[in-house]
């Protein structure tokens, strides 16, 4: 892995992130969301890896929801984008972990990805359906996973996520 630091956003990072996300993913869908996510869900986790003369990659957490009578707090993982001349250099672990230790800091029972099934089990996410949980989005099973942060947080909770409602303005 080449070094980079991975820190939380900064006001003067805003157009860098956009850029990462721009260039990740091709489309600017990812990079409105993340604007729409800072200016309307709270509390959210942004962080990013600063390359020492340039944000090279960004990850975003937002809190998510679920019916039930007492629930915990639930995070979820997204956007994550490193740009692709330094993709598959440990960035993009580097900004997980560092997520999910905000996560744990901020409180966060547990987080929820929609994501890669060969990618996100390295940080111990499994199939959410395993605690119960389903993605208001259809998707196949092995893409919706979930992460307890305290182990059994997830217990006696079940029912579907919901994703900000910036997530549907994209």
């Known amino acids: ?3 980079v630091s991975v820190r939380p956003e900064r006001a003067a990072d805003v157009a860098a992130i956009r850029a990462v996300n721009l260039a990740a993913f091709g489309t600017a869908i ?9 200016a309307e869900a709270t509390p959210i986790i942004s962080l990013v890896a600063d390359g020492g003369d340039a944000i090279v ?7 998510v929801a679920i019916a039930a ?12 984008a490193v740009i ?3 993709q598959r250099q440990g960035i993009g672990t580097a900004l997980v972990r560092e997520g999910l230790a905000h996560c744990r800091r901020l409180g966060a029972a547990a987080v929820v990805v929609l994501g890669h099934a060969e990618y996100y089990p390295r940080f111990g996410f ?4 395993r ?4 993605c208001e989005y259809d998707v196949p099973d092995d893409v919706f996973m979930a992460l307890e942060l ?4 997830l217990r006696g909770t079940s029912g579907k996520i919901r994703y900000h409602a910036a997530f549907a303005k994209t």
């Open 30 to 38: 990812e990079a409105d969301l993340v604007d729409a996510l800072r």
């Open 150 to 153: 305290e182990a059994g947080s």
């Open 1 to 3: 892995m080449t070094s």
């Open 69 to 80: 009578s007492a629930p915990p707090r639930i995070m979820g993982l997204a956007p994550m």
């Open 84 to 86: 692709p001349a330094r």
């Open 126 to 129: 499994t199939p959410a359906s």
């Open 57 to 63: 990659g960004h990850i975003l957490f937002s809190p």
């Open 131 to 134: 605690f119960g949980l389903t």
